[in-house]
């Protein structure tokens, strides 16, 4: 029902920032519906919370990102964006989208990100 697909990630230097992009296709009404995230997985670690944008716009952030991070979201374009500022090598892994409600929870297949020191 709902298909999502990131785009963005690449190797950089510390310090340096990257934007990653996640579109969404299928029913807008379901993905409108949905909080939409960004999840990483580092090497041998599980995957954790980046970030999330609820359906109303409000914003949520793990707090090693904090100030750092930013995601927002186009529901006309059915995209989440997470901007990445200042990163660090601790930064690295591979960055899922996600789109969840009480009913549905779907990903994306990922897109890797590594940052250099």
């Known amino acids: 029902q709902v298909q999502l697909v990131e785009s963005g990630g690449g190797l950089v230097q510390a310090g340096e920032s990257l934007r990653l992009s996640c579109a969404a296709s299928g029913n807008i009404f379901i993905i409108n519906a949905m909080g939409l995230g960004w999840y990483r997985q580092a090497p041998g670690k599980s995957r954790e919370l980046v970030g999330i944008?609820?359906?109303?716009?409000?914003?949520n952030y793990a707090d090693s990102v904090k100030g750092r991070f930013t995601i927002s979201r186009d529901n006309a374009k059915k995209t989440v964006v997470l901007q990445m500022n200042s990163l660090k090598p601790e930064d690295t892994g591979v960055y899922f989208c996600?789109?969840?409600?009480?009913?549905?929870?779907?990903w994306g297949q990922g897109t890797q990100v590594t940052v250099s020191s």
């Open positions: 944008v609820t359906s109303g716009g409000s914003t």
């Open positions: 996600n789109g969840r409600n009480t009913r549905f929870d779907f």
